[in-house]
């Protein structure tokens, strides 16, 4: 009996340290591209929502660069394609602060803008 009690509680602890009715719920409730969105951010931190949107739309047959003005963990995993070249004249700036960056907006031609995230080209 003691035995079973002692299971019992494990689990039960288990169950409430690790979220798990909260968790279940959030996984049935939203899809993977959803939860993605919500723990990476649109067009802040990582901005997964932003580089999947561009990715869709444009449809990248090579790799493309990506350059975060935080400091947040690298983006590229999101559509690096392995074996595959990179785009020259093509760049996707993520949480761009035009007061600290590393990167001149006005060296290219804006793309696509969201807030401050935006895909570049050279100019010519």
Same mark, same amino acid.
Do not use: Q
């Given at each position: 009996?003691?035995?079973?009690y002692?299971?019992?509680?494990? !689990?039960?602890? @288990?169950?409430?340290?690790?979220?798990?009715?909260? +968790?279940t719920? /959030? *996984?049935y409730?939203?899809n =993977?591209?959803?939860r993605?969105?919500?723990n990476?951010?649109?067009c802040?931190?990582?901005s997964?929502?932003? !580089?999947k949107? @561009?990715?869709?739309?444009f449809n990248?047959?090579? +790799?493309?660069? /990506? *350059?975060n003005d935080?400091? =947040?963990?690298?983006?590229?995993?999101?559509?690096?394609?392995?074996?595959?070249?990179?785009y020259?004249?093509?760049l996707?700036? @993520?949480?761009?602060?035009?007061?600290?960056?590393?990167?001149?907006?006005?060296?290219?031609?804006?793309?696509e803008k969201?807030?401050?995230?935006?895909?570049?080209?050279k100019n010519?």
């Open positions: 009996m003691k035995k079973k002692i299971y019992f509680l494990t !689990i039960f602890v @288990l169950v409430i340290f690790f979220n798990y009715f909260e +968790n719920y /959030i *996984i409730k939203y =993977h591209h959803l993605l969105i919500n990476y951010g649109f802040h931190e990582t997964y929502g932003f !580089i949107y @561009l990715d869709k739309k990248f047959e090579k +790799n493309i660069k /990506i *350059i935080e400091t =947040h963990p690298s983006s590229d995993t999101f559509i690096h394609k392995p074996g595959v070249s990179y020259k004249d093509y996707i700036l @993520l949480n761009y602060n035009e007061n600290d960056s590393k990167i001149n907006l006005e060296n290219f031609d804006i793309i969201n807030k401050n995230c935006f895909y570049l080209k010519d």
